[in-house]
T-cell receptor
Framework: EPEVTQTPSHQVTQMGQEVILRCVPI?????FYWYRQILGQKVEFLVS????????KSEIFDDQFSVERPDGSNFTLKIRSTKLEDSAMYFC???????????FGEGSRLTVL | SQQGEEDPQALSIQEGENATMNCSYK?????LQWYRQNSGRGLVHLIL?????REKHSGRLRVTLDTSKKSSSLLITASRAADTASYFC???????????FGKGNQVVVIP
């Protein structure tokens, strides 16, 4: 069964460092998303991406965050200068249509020290 | 029940029993979705119910939606140990998959 894959599964970084989280969405999906879940808190929407541009972004997705689809398969989330409060599980998701079932990856746990 | 600001609920049941969990929301919606998350794992989509639907079934799952009360329920019938997980409702206000998740209900099914 097709699945969304994310790497790395866990990354530890120092505050102020740049981090890139990678995702390979399901191949025939056109809509891509990043969500995050801070430990013990709700899953929060960060950004949606379609046709090589951001469709929507939340208040969390400030200038420190960026997304990119550098080739036909990868979808990346970059955090330019990490803060302690960026520590969370980051989930990539994709969907075939603009609305409906989201397929989530297993997540990348980011720990900022 | 799940709601934007409430603490997560925990439910512990015996295998074979039914598990019911509730979700409430505050704004109008295009659809509401339920997801399952096993500890430390990703979210798995269970079922989607649109705002013009009142009830939907999928296998052992039954979801209801009451838009007048802005609430939904998820029923898992004949629970199994493998159903042990956290269950989240998520609302889609505009039909664009910008989901607002609840805090989740933790369900433990005792074999």
């Amino acid at each position: 069964e097709p699945e969304v894959t994310q790497t790395p599964s866990h990354q530890v970084t120092q505050m102020g460092q740049e981090v890139i989280l990678r995702c390979v969405p399901i191949s025939n999906h056109l809509y891509f998303y990043w969500y995050r879940q801070i430990l013990g808190q709700k899953v929060e929407f960060l950004v949606s991406f379609y046709n090589n541009e951001i469709s929507e972004k939340s208040e969390i997705f400030d200038d420190q965050f960026s997304v990119e689809r550098p080739d036909g398969s990868n979808f990346t989330l970059k955090i330019r200068s990490t803060k302690l409060e960026d520590s969370a599980m980051y989930f990539c998701a994709s969907s075939e249509e603009v609305t409906g079932e989201l397929f989530f990856g297993e997540g990348s746990r980011l720990t900022v020290l | 029940s799940q709601q934007g600001e409430e603490d997560p609920q925990a439910l512990s049941i015996q295998e074979g029993e039914n598990a019911t969990m509730n979700c409430s929301y505050k704004t109008s919606i295009n659809n509401l979705q339920w997801y399952r998350q096993n500890s430390g794992r990703g979210l798995v989509h269970l079922i989607l119910i649109r705002s013009n639907e009142r009830e939907k079934h999928s296998g052992r799952l039954r979801v209801t939606l009451d838009t007048s009360k802005k609430s939904s329920s998820l029923l898992i019938t004949a629970s199994r140990a493998a159903d042990t997980a956290s269950y989240f409702c998520a609302t889609d206000a505009n039909g664009n998959n910008r989901l607002a998740f609840g805090k989740g209900n933790q369900v433990v099914v005792i074999p």
